[in-house]
């Protein structure tokens, strides 16, 4: 089975905090993306990679960093948590090929007050 | 104007019927995906298709390129069918998905 992973199912953070978040896949797939998803927006592309070490912009990267040191392991980095970016973010894995699917992660709920 | 566009919002039924989404683009797409999404939050990949019709147990999929639309049907539907459908598809030879807002399914026993 598939398996992707993320670090925590729910997270409150403040303001001003750096928040990372963590997601691992266990299947040796060379992509993976994080998106958002908002009520009323559905699923948005923040970043993505294609390899260890590469990363791609998405639609909306503003506020975010991504990290890939390892090919399973794809971190989300907030460097100052905003209140609007309160939101799920979900992580996702895929073979190479541009015709394979994505597997999701269960996502991580964030707060920030 | 988004670039995928599903029908309806939401859709309450009752168990046994027959149940369609669907889903539009205005965009030139190597593949089209229909996902489900239950409370909690987990997406499960459901299709991915380039033409033509899937079937997988009670759930139908199928695309018609030319007219760039996307159907998903649920026969015989049961309470355990509500979730959140999600069209999204896949621009060119690149991985990146371009999703609709869904539609949540609400079936009543």
């Known amino acids: 089975d598939v398996k992707v992973t993320q670090s925590s199912r729910y997270l409150v953070k403040r303001t001003g905090e750096k928040v990372f978040l963590e997601c691992v896949q266990d299947m040796d797939h060379e992509n993976m993306f994080w998106y958002r998803q908002d009520p009323g927006l559905g699923l948005r592309l923040i970043y993505f990679s294609y390899d260890v070490k590469m990363k791609e912009k998405g639609d909306i990267p503003e506020g975010y960093s991504v990290s890939r040191e390892k090919k399973e392991r794809f971190s989300l980095i907030l460097e100052s948590a905003s209140t609007n970016q309160t939101s799920m973010y979900l992580c996702?894995?895929?073979?190479?090929?541009?015709?394979?699917?994505?597997?999701f992660g269960p996502g991580t709920r964030l707060t920030v007050l | 104007k988004n670039e995928v566009e599903q029908s309806p919002q939401n859709l309450t039924a009752q168990e046994g019927e027959f149940i369609t989404i669907n889903c539009s683009y205005s965009?030139?797409?190597?593949?089209l995906h229909w996902l489900q999404q239950h409370p909690g939050g987990g997406i499960v990949s459901l299709f991915m298709?380039?033409?033509g019709k899937k079937k997988h147990g009670r759930l139908i999929a199928t695309i018609n390129i030319q007219e760039k639309h996307s159907s998903l049907h649920i026969t015989a539907s049961h309470p355990r069918d509500s979730a959140v459908y999600i069209c999204?598809?896949?621009?060119?030879?690149?991985?990146?998905?371009?999703f609709g807002k869904g539609t949540k399914l609400s079936v009543k026993p």
């Open positions: 996702a894995s895929s073979e190479q090929n541009s015709y394979n699917e994505q597997f």
């Open positions: 965009v030139g797409i190597s593949a």
């Open positions: 298709l380039s033409s």
């Open positions: 999204a598809v896949r621009r060119g030879s690149q991985g990146n998905l371009i």
